[in-house]
């Protein structure tokens, strides 16, 4: 469910009592590097770098990784490791 912050910015999702943003981003977050290397795009970098001067934590999950996940276990695993490594 889509969030946007008091500063207008809109998040994938949000838990705002602790104030933690989950992105989930796509093809269009991201430059082609080298070879295969995917690179955060600056307007990606841009908004990750406001929220955080905000205070939020930011979780990014980029679609790569995602879409490599084989069932909602995994998922489900990938997504706890993720929140629980972006907390404070």
């Known amino acids: 469910v889509e969030f946007v912050t008091e500063e207008g910015l809109s998040l994938d999702m949000a838990q705002p009592e602790t104030m933690t943003a989950i992105e989930v981003d796509g093809p269009t977050h991201y430059l082609q590097g080298k070879g295969k290397q995917r690179i955060e ?3 990606t970098k841009f908004k990750s770098r406001i929220l955080r001067q ?4 930011v979780i ?3 679609y790569f990784e995602w879409d490599a996940l084989i069932d909602f276990a995994v998922q489900d695993a ?9 907390k404070k």
Do not use: A, D, F, Q
């Not at 905000?54 to 934590?57: D, I, P, S, V, Y």
């Not at 990938?78 to 972006?86: E, P, Q, W």
């Open 41 to 43: 795009n600056g307007r």
């Open 54 to 57: 905000l205070e939020w934590t």
């Open 60 to 62: 990014h999950v980029p």
């Open 78 to 86: 990938y997504l706890r490791s993720k929140i629980n490594s972006g």
